[in-house]
């Protein structure tokens, strides 16, 4: 099976200055990632805050401009689409963010903020798009007649579905989830999260899905990717990668999952910093990749 997205090398360095009298230095926050993910899966991204989880998926989106690598999606070079074959471009592949509260405009309608991609697009007419815009809220399970109220009327968990209604809009095949459910309730997040797993049944969506939640990826991630300092250290299907770890990473990682059986032992494993040395990745088992 051709993969829908391939990221070969993918390298983003953050410029930085020391002062005055010291030379311009550079941070790797992104540093030579390879990955694939074939249509129809999702492809988990997992690491500690600062591991460069959300650099990646903007990079691969061009949110971010990369400093080096390539960004294959389909037949296109993502990397070398200007400006206006890129706009072109981002109908396919779309993000949901992190934040349901800052990726809203709060002054603009929540109608509008939906209908907002297929204008700049130029798809369809005021009619086809304003109904098109109450479809899209009828299938994230909001109410179509909610269209003409702002984002601060709205809860949450409502302001994130708001969110995936917007970038469906396009009818996009690739959707990029930067930790959708980390900033909701605890009692919204299985909602959300069931919600993301039902449109891609019916829709037959590819998610790249970010987050630090290791519970939830297993739960819903089809192949998981592991990062530490902007470098992937561990690739495998979800549930070989939390059985048989290969990376002392990985393994140290999954033995902070807190334990759900009352009076269970937490047992960390230890992981040393110091001791990190960058590895290329080699075959370890069946579609098991580490860098060991």
């Known amino acids: ?3 829908l997205l391939q990221v070969r090398g993918l390298v983003k360095e953050f410029p930085t200055r020391g002062g005055f009298f010291r030379k311009t230095a550079g941070v790797r926050a992104v540093d030579d990632v390879t990955f694939e993910v074939q249509p129809g899966e999702t492809f988990g991204l997992v690491g500690e805050s600062g591991s ?12 971010i ?6 960004v294959m999606f389909k037949d296109l070079n993502v990397r070398a689409l200007s400006a206006s074959e890129l706009r072109r471009a981002r109908r396919h592949f779309q993000i949901v963010f992190q934040d349901p509260y800052s990726s809203l405009n709060p002054r603009m309608r929540v109608g509008a903020i939906v209908r907002e991609p297929l204008i700049i697009h130029k798809i369809g007419t005021r009619d086809t798009q ?4 109450r479809e899209l809220f009828e299938l994230v399970g909001l109410d179509p007649a909610a269209t003409t109220k702002y984002p601060h009327e709205f809860s949450g968990g409502q302001r994130q579905r708001i969110g995936m209604a917007r970038a469906l809009a396009l009818e996009p095949s690739l959707i990029v989830c930067d930790e959708p459910v980390s900033a909701l309730d605890v009692s919204v997040q299985a909602q959300v999260v069931n919600l ?3 449109l891609q049944k019916r829709l037959g969506l590819t998610y790249l899905f970010i987050a630090h939640d290791l519970r939830l990826v297993r739960q819903i991630c089809d192949r998981v990717a592991v990062m530490y300092r902007g470098r992937i250290v561990e690739i495998a299907p ?7 770890p290969a990376h002392e990473y990985t393994r140290a990682l999954l033995s902070a999952i807190p334990r759900l ?3 269970q032992k937490l047992e960390r494993i230890p992981f040393d910093p110091a001791g990190f040395h ?3 990745l080699r075959e370890v088992g069946p579609l098991h990749l580490a860098a060991v």
Do not use: H, N, W, Y
């Not at 401009?65 to 390539?70: N, V």
């Not at 979800?238 to 048989?244: G, M, Q, S």
């Open 261 to 263: 059986e009352p009076g």
């Open 196 to 198: 993301l797993l039902d």
């Open 65 to 70: 401009e990369p400093t080096a690598g390539e």
């Open 238 to 244: 979800a549930e070989r990668l939390f059985t048989e």
């Open 130 to 133: 304003q109904a098109r815009v």
């Open 1 to 3: 099976m051709t993969p």
């Open 52 to 63: 460069g989880k959300t650099t990646t998926g903007r990079c691969i989106l061009r949110l």
């Open 278 to 280: 960058s590895l290329p």
